[in-house]
Nanobody, 121 residues
Framework: QVQLVESGGGLVQAGGSLRLSCTAS????????MGWYRQAPGKQRELVAI???????TYADSVKGRFTISRDNARNTVYLQMNSLKSEDTAVYSC???????????????WGQGTQVTVSS
């Protein structure tokens, strides 16, 4: 059973910083791309940042220059460093991983349960 568990969300003032972590555990053969998504109330879920296994990164335009995604392959963990937070960053942040539980499994997408980030203005 594969699990993705996020941590690090919370309440922060505008201009502040938070660091989110997401660790994959369980039966894992390999992990490809890992990413962070967010969903604000009344809005569709949107991609925040993604980092494939080769370490290249892609960001939503709204977070470029403020957020940094990174990963620790030895720990099956992806991070999201969020700086200069704005009230419009308020959302539930969820991590996503494209992984294979076993050597004979096709790659599948797995999701964490989400963590709330609230930025007060």
């Amino acid at each position: 059973q594969v699990q993705l568990v996020e941590s690090g969300g919370g309440l922060v003032q505008a201009g502040g910083s938070l660091r989110l972590s997401c660790t994959a555990s369980g039966s894992i053969f390999s992990i490809g791309a890992m990413g962070w998504y967010r969903q604000a109330p009344g809005k569709q879920r949107e991609l925040v940042a993604i980092i494939p296994s080769d370490g290249t990164t892609t960001y939503a335009d709204s977070v470029k220059g403020r957020f940094t995604i990174s990963r620790d392959n030895a720990r099956n963990t992806v991070y999201l460093q969020m700086n200069s937070l704005k009230s419009e960053d308020t959302a539930v942040y969820s991590c996503n991983a494209n992984l294979r539980p076993t050597g004979w499994s096709p790659p599948s997408y797995y999701w964490g349960q989400g963590t709330q980030v609230t930025v007060s203005s």
